[in-house]
């Protein structure tokens, strides 16, 4: 257990899910799930692939429109439009990177901040001093942003030139641009190595101390166990199980459907030896400019 794992947990609703269903046709891929997600607590979301994890967060985000249910944030129910809900304060990751390739890295930060820019379009083309001003402002938040995720060093270079565990750092950099008050990550360290993967637990301890909920789906189930206050457990669409890490590794539901067997933390030893980063392209679209629809890049 990494020692910045203190839980800082409130009694505070930031996130309140009732009764979301999503139905393709005849595929009922999320049915009538409840989540309720409690201020500085980061609660993991894990079951088999094709489970509906990924269909509940775009429920949640309004990429798609659930056939029912209600997403509550702060106690305001969300409209299913993806500007909205970022608006009101919750931002996201994909499971495949989706950056702008062809701008710096300081550039993609600073489009995760338009929606907290009030400057008009007028002011923008005049180059009003309003503009100016909040242009710095937003300027100095995206570098202290990149400072928090270690990627200052790197603001001019090309998204595109990053190595993959860096592209995951700066799509978590431009999500809080947006200065959400929960953080959903869908499967933040797919591809890293340990050592990253473990970097990643800590910035993930660090942003929840920045009073930041977060809700993450992940595959590495030392990563859950070793981050989240609470898990939730997904089966063919459905909440099977939910508690904290310690009562749900054990549960026999999860056993069966999920983990194969209880899990162990056997892996002590594995931190001292990393393997190198692999390299990998900035997905495919990414450049689009678009939030995209949130599947068919995700496969
Ligand atoms: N837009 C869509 N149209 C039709 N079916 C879809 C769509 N999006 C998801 N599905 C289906 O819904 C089910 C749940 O998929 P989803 O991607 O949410 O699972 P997941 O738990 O995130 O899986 P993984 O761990 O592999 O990412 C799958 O059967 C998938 O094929």
């Known amino acids: 257990m990494t020692t910045t794992s203190t839980t800082a947990a409130t009694t505070t ?13 005849g595929l009922t891929a999320v049915r009538d799930v409840n989540l309720t997600v409690n201020g500085g607590e980061i609660v993991g979301l894990i079951g088999p692939n094709g489970a509906g994890k990924t269909t509940f967060f775009n429920c949640l985000t309004g990429l798609y ?11 305001t129910v969300l409209p299913p439009k993806p500007h909205l809900v970022t608006q009101a304060g919750i931002a996201r990751t994909f499971q495949n990177i989706r950056l702008f390739a062809n701008m710096t890295v300081l550039e993609n930060v600073l489009v995760g901040r338009h929606t907290r820019t009030k400057e008009g379009l007028w002011s923008a083309l005049l180059r009003l001093p309003g503009f100016k001003r909040a242009e710095q402002e937003s300027r100095e938040k995206a ?18 030139n990053l190595p993959y565990g860096e592209q995951r750092k700066l799509e978590i950099a431009r999500a809080l641009a947006s200065e959400p008050g929960l953080l959903l990550l869908d499967e933040p360290t797919a591809g890293m190595n340990p050592a990253e993967t473990r970097a990643t637990e800590e910035l993930v301890f660090a942003i929840r101390d920045r009073g930041i909920a977060i809700v993450v789906i992940e595959h590495d189930i030392r990563f859950i166990m070793n981050l989240c206050d609470r898990v939730a457990v997904l089966v063919q669409g459905e909440k099977i199980v939910e508690g904290p890490a310690e009562v749900v590794q054990r549960d026999e539901r999860v056993i069966a459907a999920y983990l194969g067997e209880p899990y162990e933390d056997t892996t002590a030893a594995d931190s001292a030896a990393p393997a190198p980063a692999p390299e990998a392209p900035v997905a495919d679209g990414a450049d689009r400019g678009d939030a995209g629809d949130g599947k068919e890049n995700d496969r």
């Not at 609703?13 to 046709?25: E, P």
């Not at 429109?65 to 106690?75: E, F, L």
């Open 143 to 160: 570098m202290e942003l990149l400072e928090f995720v270690g990627l200052d060093h790197k603001a001019d270079h090309l998204a595109r």
């Open 65 to 75: 429109v659930p056939t029912s249910g209600t997403v509550r944030y702060k106690d």
């Open 13 to 25: 609703k930031v996130l309140d899910v009732t009764g979301v269903t999503m139905k393709f046709g």
